[in-house]
């Protein structure tokens, strides 16, 4: 069974940084592209970022670029995302997802201005 | 960056009742390989999204198959043929053809009159 488990959510100051941390389970981790997505009452749904299964590429939307930072572990099973410069409009749930297919069950990121 | 459109935003139905949603693309979602990149997810009241259709109509596993999805180019829809209680969330619509981004649709509600 797909499992993927969000942390490191929590409430931070604007500025301010926060590491997320997705641990996967069930399916070969290092063959698949991961991606991290956010939903917020005013936005909706939105893709943040996309990492290739050896990790040797990523990409990331508009609003994050330079700010934030997807990485991978795949000897750790885990996929990561460093966020620096929160801004108050980061507020939202950060989910994992391979392949849009299987979601974690998300982690709440506040950011107070 | 591809831009989608749901309507309506917001859509009660009676229970027992068919529903409908709208999805249109700002240009053609019709890959180079030929396939059509259009997912629609459920995400039910404090739930993870659900990938419930992927390449416009295939239906993901434990789907009930009261849910099918069509169209083409740039126009789609998802359709529910009985609206069952459990259905009540927001439905969003995303295209995986002209990436990066990755774009949803803003979502519509769907709430039992």
């Known amino acids: 069974e797909v499992q993927l488990v969000e942390s490191g959510g929590g409430l931070v100051q604007s500025g301010g940084s926060l590491r997320l941390s997705c641990a996967a389970s069930g399916f070969l981790f290092s063959a698949y592209w991961m991606h991290w997505v956010r939903h917020s009452p005013g936005e909706g749904l939105l893709w943040v970022a996309r990492?290739?299964?050896?990790?040797?590429?990523?990409m990331y939307a508009d609003s994050v670029k330079g700010r934030f930072t997807i990485s991978r572990d795949n000897a750790k099973n885990t996929l990561y995302l460093q966020m620096n410069s929160l801004r108050a409009e980061d507020t939202a749930v950060y989910y994992c997802?391979?392949?849009?297919?299987?979601w974690g069950q998300g982690t709440l990121v506040t950011v107070s201005s | 960056d591809v831009v989608m459109t749901q309507s309506p935003l917001s859509l009660p139905v009676t229970l027992g009742q068919p529903a409908s949603i709208s999805c249109r693309s700002s240009q053609s979602l019709v890959d180079s390989d030929g396939d059509t990149y259009l997912n629609w997810f459920q995400q039910r009241p404090g739930q993870s999204p659900r990938r419930l259709i992927y390449?416009?109509?295939n239906r993901d596993s434990g789907v009930p198959d009261r849910f099918s999805g069509s169209g083409s180019g740039t126009d789609f829809t998802l359709e529910i043929s009985r609206v069952e209680a459990e259905d009540v969330g927001v439905y969003y619509c995303m295209q995986g053809t002209h990436w990066p981004p990755w774009t949803f649709g803003q979502g519509t509600k769907v709430e039992i009159k």
């Open positions: 997802t391979k392949s849009f297919e299987y």
């Open positions: 390449k416009v109509s």
């Open positions: 990492i290739t299964s050896d990790g040797s590429s990523t």
